[in-house]
């Protein structure tokens, strides 16, 4: 580990930071991943981030210099797991809704994690939030259009897994630099990579589609992942969920701009309902 990368893990402000950039990168590149799901399919594309992130990840911090535990290899399988199923799931949320929706509904996971692990009155107030911002987004009644159910049960399965991706990711934040990134990563690749050349075939060797894969998967794991990992070496699960929660807003301008997706104006105050609960419960 770096000295640059030491003095992030021991800054608060410089956790912050990186989380958001992390952010800003993965929407960015989940948004130019879209483009590619009508040519090599979601589970495709899921392939590239995630197959490729690993070659990346392990070249990079080579973490088998370092042999794990038992306990940290169980860890660690769960957690590569539950990013490869996050990565599928999402991705098909947003192959059937706009990618601001299926955020918001996605970060109901980091939400709930931090509301359990916080006990005040205030957060009361940040569910009532989420769940009046969810009501407004979901499926349920004719006052905004209607969304693809189907999407939205992706979107809700991401979300579980995003909660699991928090309270496995601290469990295993204090292994030494990117190790418990890059095995994670690879733990993903052999659950998704086989499903998406099952699905994909040959398609997936087009050199232009590798070298956009590549691009996505720097954007939307390589890079975000490693920069939260340092992150939650400082941060606690409750504040790191509180800097998630800038996620759906991000997600959503992502989307108008790289894709055109233009959302309602309840579909707008729905989404700022839900960051503003995410943020209320680790507000400080």
Not at 159 to 183: D, E, P, T
Request: proline share 5%.
């Amino acid at each position: 580990m770096g000295d640059e990368a030491k003095r992030l893990a021991g800054s608060p402000l410089l956790a912050g930071l990186a989380l958001l950039c992390s952010q800003l990168s993965l929407n960015a590149g989940a948004a130019f991943a879209k483009h590619l799901f009508p040519k090599i399919g979601v589970e495709g594309v899921t392939a590239y981030r995630v197959g490729i992130s690993a070659l990346i990840m392990l070249a990079m911090f080579r973490p088998w210099r370092t042999p794990l535990t038992w306990k940290q290899a169980v860890n660690v399988a769960i957690y590569g797991s539950v990013i490869g199923l996050m990565n599928l799931l999402i991705y098909r949320a947003f192959a059937r809704i706009p990618m601001g929706v299926a955020v918001a509904i996605e970060v109901a996971g980091p939400l709930t994690v931090a509301v359990l692990s916080s006990h005040r009155p205030r957060d009361f107030v940040a569910v009532c939030l989420a769940v009046a911002g969810l009501y407004f987004l979901l499926p349920i009644h004719g006052h905004v259009d209607q969304l693809d159910p189907v999407g939205v049960a992706y979107a809700a399965g991401a979300a579980v897994c995003w909660a699991l991706y928090i309270v496995y990711g601290k469990r295993i934040s204090s292994m030494s630099g990117g190790q418990s990134v890059a095995w994670g990563m690879l733990a993903a690749s052999l659950f998704i990579v086989p499903i998406g050349v099952a699905h994909s075939g040959e398609a997936l060797l087009t050199p232009a589609f590798l070298l956009a894969g590549a691009t996505i998967a720097v954007m939307s794991s390589a890079l975000p992942y490693t920069l939260e990992m340092i992150s939650m070496r400082t941060l606690s699960s409750r504040t790191f969920s509180m800097f998630s929660s800038a996620a759906p807003a991000l997600s959503a301008l992502a989307g108008m701009v790289v894709l055109g997706e233009h959302l309602t104006l309840t579909q707008w105050l729905a989404i700022a309902a839900i960051v503003m609960a995410s943020a209320l419960t680790s507000l400080r």
